[in-house]
């Protein structure tokens, strides 16, 4: 698990992966151990996030079935590049990892 684990979440939508077309459930955390945010603060990155994850798609583990924004667009001293953290779920709902979603194009499928 994450060391700031996701307790709660709302569904943002989907997306269609390109190469496999799998669908992938998009949702964001509305609580963690950590914090807690109002569910309206997502509704405004549906698009956002759909698109990248759709850029990002080789960057997902395989077996991914949804992912889970956690945190908003940021850098990170491990990671300069713009992004969004999401984690990753299987079909049984185990989490699968973190990952980072560039949000700038220059940084997405690297």
Known sequence: ??????????LMGS???AATQEKVTVSFATKTELWTRPESVGN?????VEQITAANESLLPKGTVE???RESEHTS???????ITA???DADNNYLGTFHLPTKKKD???
């Open 44 to 48: 405004s990155w549906k698009q956002e």
């Open 1 to 10: 698990m994450p060391p700031n684990k996701i307790l709660n979440k709302k």
């Open 15 to 17: 997306i269609r992966l």
């Open 67 to 69: 992912i889970c924004v």
């Open 87 to 89: 984690g990753t779920y």
């Open 108 to 110: 997405q499928e690297k």
């Open 77 to 83: 001293p491990s990671d300069q590049r713009s992004h």
